[in-house]
């Protein structure tokens, strides 16, 4: 059938149409071509015969800048330093041995140490670069950076390094940190290619490791020109990456440093806690040792000086320390008592010197006995015997229970390394940890926070910060993440009655303040700063029948890994309470000898915002308080920043 004009017309239309679009789209086709030759032959010109002539374009990862830490002021305690140093990479050069040969002309580098560089080479992927020395000067970089063109493979880089300006202040609290080791990419699921990088630091320990992917930051590429020979000719490209995110503690440096200085030579421990909101504001153990040798590759003799130690230093002891609480813990039975309704604050007890139950004896520190004694005069003057009594009352799992709501034998989550619960005991923990049951003699032992019974400084100050304020108060360690302060809400009320509190309040405040108080010669003479506390003295080894029968040997005729350990806890001011502190002297003798005085001298330094004044010693006191002050080796930050001055 033939089509007419009118339909002829129209499929010459279509057909048109058609037609140019096809041409308008492989018109535009051809451009985009054009565009692209022009591109490559004008514009990628060089790139391309970088290519043709060999060399190549190899993506290099930059690490960033790690988070800094800054105490509750802005005082710098963990920072970056730069670092010089020097990688070679083994797919560009032909002869490692001739290569390092001619690096250890240039620079410091032993033939042990070129062994050791050897094997890491070989180990490692052959295009990852193996740092071969740092810490170089400035002098050594230098020079190296002159001859590297003639060492295929070579680097010299500018790092970052990591640095403690606060040296040992901080270092159990902080940690340190060191290269990524394969233990560590052993322990990761899906490690950072950052952590591939040689020589690249992780945190070990303290905040550094708890806070770890918060530090590291994102790394940032580099995009190099590479040639024939493995040289690295020039640098094609740059993304920066995000440097960690900065950490703001809640400790104070000062108070630290002052803390850790009044320690002095001792093997102890102390903890400054904020009552009102549970803010750490100095956690110290004592001896301490300076990070910056960690992070620098600690040589053999200095890391077997701090493991040899009898002091030992590398251990923290305000939380992985566990102590027997010694009379510590009479504020726990006591409490456990009131709130049992057993006893009342008019209740007494008659103290001989000792105690008698299944035929076995228990003796109160004091050989003659306190006599007739009470709540209060019990704390006030540490009777054991009043314990002894109230323990038969009031049974393991009530004093169990009461130690937990007080913060001992509960594991408080702060970011620091090896953390330990303490042991508040009961008779399926014994009969569960020693398949044995529970004993009478078990339960005495506890009243006076002795046998079982185990409890660290930090669960010591939280012990005493909810005895003060009457609520759950929980330590808190960071402050802020990267100037985004970390939520806090209200602790709890503890549901104990506030008559029992002030009961036990009260004899805290005999232990320092009355006339036979235990701590009486660690008083506080300004009375808007006045304290309560508990003295506490843990044995460490049995005392036989006939020892006591011949008198019982001195702490200072004893071996000093022999003698009891010291303890004190106290807060302050008494009428309106702000901070809490715990001191743990090990091997110290007495609580009231030992612990009590440095505790006082932290508390008062806390309450004064520095060095105390003399006037809040008792007047007897100043003129050896004044010489003791003045002999303590104290750095104090000037400024907020790394400035230190000493005090």
């Keep these: 059938m033939r089509k007419s004009p009118r339909d002829t017309a129209e499929s010459t239309r279509e057909i048109s149409r058609r037609a140019a679009l096809l041409g308008g789209a492989m018109g535009a086709i051809v451009g985009v071509l054009g565009l692209r030759m022009r591109k490559m032959q004008l514009e990628q010109a060089d790139q391309y015969r970088t290519l043709a002539e060999g060399n190549s374009v190899k993506i290099r990862l930059i690490p960033p800048a790690r988070g800094l830490i800054y105490d509750r002021n802005g005082v710098l305690i963990a920072g970056n330093e730069q670092n010089y140093r020097v990688t070679i990479t083994r797919e560009s050069t032909d002869d490692l041995e001739r290569t390092i040969a001619a690096l ?150 000062a108070l630290q440093n002052f803390a850790l200085a009044r320690l002095g030579d001792e093997s102890a421990a102390a903890v400054v806690m904020d009552v009102t909101n549970g803010d750490v504001m100095a956690i110290a153990s004592a001896p301490s040792f300076d990070p910056n040798l960690f992070v620098r590759g600690i040589s053999n003799a200095d890391y077997r000086a701090l493991t040899e130690d009898d002091h030992r230093p590398l251990a923290d002891k305000t939380v992985q320390g566990q102590y027997p609480p010694g009379s510590t813990y009479k504020m726990v039975v006591a ?43 019990s704390l006030e003057q540490s009777c054991d015997v009043f314990y002894y009594e109230l323990a038969m009352k009031v049974g393991i799992e009530k004093m169990s229970e009461m130690a937990k709501r007080l913060g001992i034998g509960v594991r408080h989550e702060l970011p620091m390394s090896a953390v330990r619960e303490g042991v508040a005991p009961t008779k399926d923990w014994k009969q569960q940890r020693f398949d044995q049951p529970w004993q009478i003699g078990d339960s005495i032992n506890a009243s006076i926070g002795q046998g079982y019974v185990l409890a660290t400084p930090l669960q010591l100050a939280v012990m005493t910060s909810r005895i003060a304020s009457g609520r759950e108060i929980s330590p808190r360690l960071v402050r802020a993440v990267d100037g985004t302060e970390l939520p806090q809400t209200e602790a709890p009320d503890l549901g104990l009655s506030a008559a029992g509190l002030e009961q036990v309040r009260r004899g805290m405040f005999q232990v320092v303040n009355g006339s036979s108080g235990t701590a009486r010669g660690s008083m506080i003479a300004a009375k808007e700063w006045r304290m309560a506390g508990k003295t506490g003295t843990s044995q460490v080894r049995n005392i036989t029948a006939a020892e006591r029968a011949r008198g019982v040997v001195s702490n200072d005729d004893l071996p000093w890994n022999r003698r009891d350990h010291a303890l ?61 002050l003045e002999g303590l080796e104290l750095i104090a930050p000037a400024t907020p920043g790394n400035t230190r001055t000493r005090v």
């Excluded at 322990?187 to 945190?203: C, V």
């Excluded at 004190?568 to 009428?575: E, N, Q």
């Excluded at 030992?594 to 010693?617: H, Q």
């Design 335 to 377: 409490l456990a008592g009131l709130e049992a309704g057993i006893i009342g604050p008019g209740d007494t007890e008659y103290c001989p010197g000792h105690f008698t139950v299944s035929g076995r004896r228990f003796h109160c520190w004091k050989r003659g006995g306190h006599g007739t004694v009470n709540l209060a005069k």
């Design 104 to 253: 250890q002309e240039l620079i410091p580098i032993s033939d042990s140490e070129a062994l050791d560089i050897l094997a890491e080479l070989r180990k490692r992927a052959p295009t990852v670069p193996v740092t071969v020395a740092d810490q170089l000067s400035w002098e050594e970089f230098s020079r190296l950076a002159v001859n590297a063109p003639a060492l295929p493979g070579v680097t010299p880089e500018v790092g970052l390094s990591r640095s403690y300006p606060q040296g040992p202040d901080f270092a159990h609290v902080i940690g340190y940190v060191g290269p990524v080791s394969d233990y560590d990419l052993s322990r990761i699921e899906d490690p950072d290619p950052l952590l591939r990088i040689p020589k690249f630091q992780l945190g070990k320990l303290g905040i550094e490791a708890k806070y770890e992917e918060n530090l590291r930051g994102q790394a940032g590429q580099r995009r190099v020109e590479v040639n024939s020979g493995g040289r690295e000719m020039r640098e094609l490209g740059r993304q920066e990456g995000d440097p960690g995110a900065n950490l703001q503690l809640t400790l104070d440096h």
């Design 568 to 628: 004190f806890v106290c807060y302050a001011p008494f009428d309106a309470p702000r901070y809490a502190v715990a001191v743990v002297v090990e091997h110290g003798g007495g609580g009231s000898t030992a612990a009590a005085p440095i505790a006082r001298d932290i508390m008062l330094f806390a309450l004064a915002g520095g060095l105390p004044p003399l006037s809040a010693y008792p007047k007897a006191q100043q003129a050896r308080m004044r010489t003791l």
